[in-house]
Nanobody, 122 residues
């Protein structure tokens, strides 16, 4: 079993910055893609990053948010700048893990964090 634990949500004023982090723990060989999604007025893919560091961003956050990861610590970060009220949402961490068994078979599994609330308001 794998657990994703998010932290860093909270209340921030418009134009402010906030950072989120998500740590994965449990039984797996490595993590392929880590990502952030959010559920506010609509469900959106915020950003993703693969093990090699290649990133993708949703159109609404490009230029304002930065995703990064520490492979050694199985952690993904989301740094959010120039926050807007429409960024208000519950942010969920997602990880696609790979587990190689003793028989050499590789199994990929997708996991979700519990979510952390980000509120942008004056």
């Amino acid at each position: 079993q794998v657990q994703l634990v998010e932290s860093g949500g909270g209340l921030v004023q418009p134009g402010g910055s906030l950072g989120l982090s998500c740590v994965a723990s449990g039984n797996f060989t490595e993590i392929d893609v880590m990502a952030w999604y959010r559920q506010g007025s609509q469900y959106e893919t915020v950003a993703s990053i693969n093990r090699g560091g290649t990133t993708k961003y949703g159109d609404s956050v490009k230029g304002r948010f930065t995703i990064s990861r520490d492979n050694a610590k199985n952690t993904v970060f989301l740094h959010m700048n120039s926050l807007k009220p429409e960024d208000t949402a519950v942010y969920y961490c997602n990880a696609n893990t790979r587990t190689v068994g003793s028989d050499g078979v590789s199994v990929s599994t997708n996991y979700w964090g519990q979510g952390t609330q980000v509120t942008v308001s004056s």
